[in-house]
């Protein structure tokens, strides 16, 4: 039910009253009062934008003043995150971060995360724990730009992160250094001209090599023609390693090879593959291979009329538009065995069992032919000795 009145702005409105609350409104008094008391939804609505916009005014006034990063998002996402920032920085001003140094130490205390409980206590001995948590909310404060981290209420999250760096610093610090360290030993510079002085990075996991490099058309080409494929969702280029594409350490040393001699700088951890890169003693990647799938034999290759046209000769080829290969019935292994032959291909394990497993049915077969074609001839003897024999009888 709607009832209708003048709201304190001015304004004729109405307001909805229904079954969860007409407990508000159930005299004339009460809803004359709510009338007296509020402004329309028009006028609330404005004010309400109002009352944003002052306090993004005055975060982006004060963010100016601190020299404060700017945040990352869409433009909604960053204005409500710069008022939530200037809120927390406010707070922390006003209230200062002896309570919130106690809540901190009291939240990790609790915390089923075992190095979360041992920075607690850690923390809570430390004569100077307020200026430690003051400085590691300030850390984040002028060294992360997300919107996300602030709307999320994920800030605390990267408060500890600063916390365990503060606490543990000196720890901290060495575990940096050997970081430093190490990427230091794993960078290879070509020994030419260098074409960016931005790094490339070539490592593998589990069956995957990956390469993280930034955005250039010559690094984009290369890492095509090396067979990778783009992930939009890592932002990086990836490559699955199976029985075709060889060792791993391999190919992270052909591909860098490549970068090396365009004139990138690369960092290679795996130090065989490096050694490999720079001296270039990687076996190449064979490209040529016969395959099973399917109950058929695949020939897989680069581009290469010559092979396509060979290939094309064998009793029962086709050609598979789906895969951009060549099929042949294994019933044509002979056939396909001179091609691999003439143009160095290689068996995979599987080709090789099916071929293998059909050499010894047609084995079995032509056994079973010769041992009837003898049983044959054998009764075949036998009845002419029968018959020489009663002829001597007459």
Not at 75 to 89: F, H, L, P, S, V
Not at 282 to 292: G, K, M, N, P, Q
Not at 371 to 389: L, Q, R, T, W
Request: hydrophobic fraction near 30%; aromatic fraction near 10%; charge should be neutral.
């Amino acid at each position: 039910m709607k009832r209708y009145g003048i709201f304190s702005c001015g304004h004729k409105d109405y307001i909805e009253i229904n079954s969860k609350n007409s407990w508000k409104y159930d005299t004339e008094e009460k809803i004359k009062e709510h009338f007296e008391d509020n402004v329309c939804d028009k006028c609330r609505k404005e004010r309400k934008e109002k009352l944003r916009n002052q306090e993004y005014e005055k975060a982006l006034k004060n963010a100016l003043k601190q020299e404060l990063p700017e945040l990352k998002g869409s433009e909604k996402q960053i204005r409500w995150a710069m008022t939530i920032r200037e809120e927390i920085m406010s707070e922390c001003k006003t209230i200062g971060f002896a309570k919130r140094t106690e809540s901190i130490i009291n939240k990790l205390s609790f915390s089923d995360n075992e190095d979360e409980y041992r920075l607690s206590r850690k923390l809570a001995r430390k004569e100077n724990k307020e200026d430690i948590v003051k400085e590691a909310y300030y850390n984040v404060f002028y060294n992360n730009t997300s919107s996300r981290m602030y709307i999320e209420d994920t800030l605390f999250d990267e408060v500890k992160k600063e916390l365990f760096k503060l606490v543990y610093k000196e720890k901290f610090e060495q575990k940096e250094e050997m970081k430093m360290e190490i990427k230091k030993e794993a960078t290879v510079v070509p020994s030419g001209n260098i074409a960016d002085s931005r790094e490339i990075e070539v490592y593998s996991k589990d069956d995957t090599v990956y390469i993280k490099s930034f955005m250039n058309e010559t690094l984009r080409l290369i890492s095509r023609d090396y067979g990778f494929v783009w992930n939009s969702q890592l932002k990086l280029w990836e490559k699955k390693i199976k029985e075709m594409q060889g060792n791993i350490s391999d190919r992270i040393a052909d591909v860098s090879n490549a970068f090396l001699n365009k004139g990138f700088i690369v960092v290679i951890n795996d130090s065989i593959a490096r050694e490999k890169a720079i001296n270039g003693t990687y076996e190449a990647e064979h490209r040529r291979w016969i395959d099973f799938d399917n109950e058929l034999l695949i020939v897989i290759h680069e581009r290469n009329d010559n092979i396509y046209k060979s290939s094309r000769k064998i009793k029962g080829s086709k050609w598979d538009g789906n895969l951009k290969v060549v099929t042949v019935p294994l019933t044509s292994y002979l056939e396909l065995e001179d091609l691999a032959n003439k143009f160095d291909f290689r068996y995979t394990a599987r080709a090789k069992k099916e071929i293998e497993m059909k050499i010894t049915s047609l084995s079995d077969v032509i056994k079973e032919i010769e041992v009837g074609i003898e049983k044959k001839y054998k009764n075949k003897v036998s009845e002419e000795a029968v018959f020489d024999s009663l002829k001597d009888e007459e």
